[in-house]
C-alpha cells in the first residue's frame, strides 16, 4: 500500500503564504501522477494541482499565476510533492488533501492513494 503525509497548513491573512509537503511511501513501484486537491466545507473535492512523472503539471484555473507545484515523483525515487501557495485568498480555505495515482507491486492496475488532510485558513 502507499501511504501520503501531508504538513504544512495552517492559518494566513490574506495576501500571505503557505508551503504544503506531501511525502509518500510504502512499496511503490511508481508514481503516475501526485498532487493536491481541496475541499470546502460544504463542497466538493476539488483539484487544485498535479504533477505527473514526465514532469507535466496541471492547474484549477484559479491558483493559476498564485500556487506552484513541484517536486520528484520520477525514477529518483524520492516521491514527495510540494505546494507553494502564494496571494492567498479567503476562498482558498479548505481542507488540502495530498493525491497520488500509484503502481504497487503484484497489482497490474494503478490506484488513486489520498492523504489525511490538512487545513488551510485565510482570513480577510
Known amino acids: 500500500q502507499v501511504q501520503l503525509v501531508e504538513s504544512g497548513g495552517g492559518s494566513v491573512q490574506a495576501g500571505g503564504s503557505l508551503r504544503l509537503s506531501c511525502a509518500a511511501s510504502g512499496n511503490i513501484f511508481a508514481i503516475n501522477r501526485m498532487g493536491w486537491y481541496r475541499q470546502a466545507p460544504g463542497k466538493g473535492r476539488d483539484l487544485v494541482a498535479l504533477t505527473t512523472s514526465d514532469g507535466s503539471t496541471n492547474y484549477a484555473g484559479s491558483v493559476k499565476g498564485r500556487f506552484t507545484i513541484s517536486g520528484d515523483i520520477g525514477d529518483s525515487g524520492k516521491n514527495m510533492v510540494f505546494l507553494q501557495m502564494d496571494s492567498l485568498k479567503p476562498e482558498d480555505t479548505a481542507v488540502y488533501y495530498c493525491?497520488?495515482?500509484?503502481?504497487?507491486?503484484?497489482?497490474?492496475?494503478?490506484?488513486?492513494?489520498w492523504g489525511q488532510g490538512t487545513q488551510v485558513s485565510v482570513s480577510s
Open positions: 493525491y497520488a495515482n500509484a503502481v504497487v507491486p503484484m497489482v497490474l492496475s494503478p490506484a488513486d492513494y
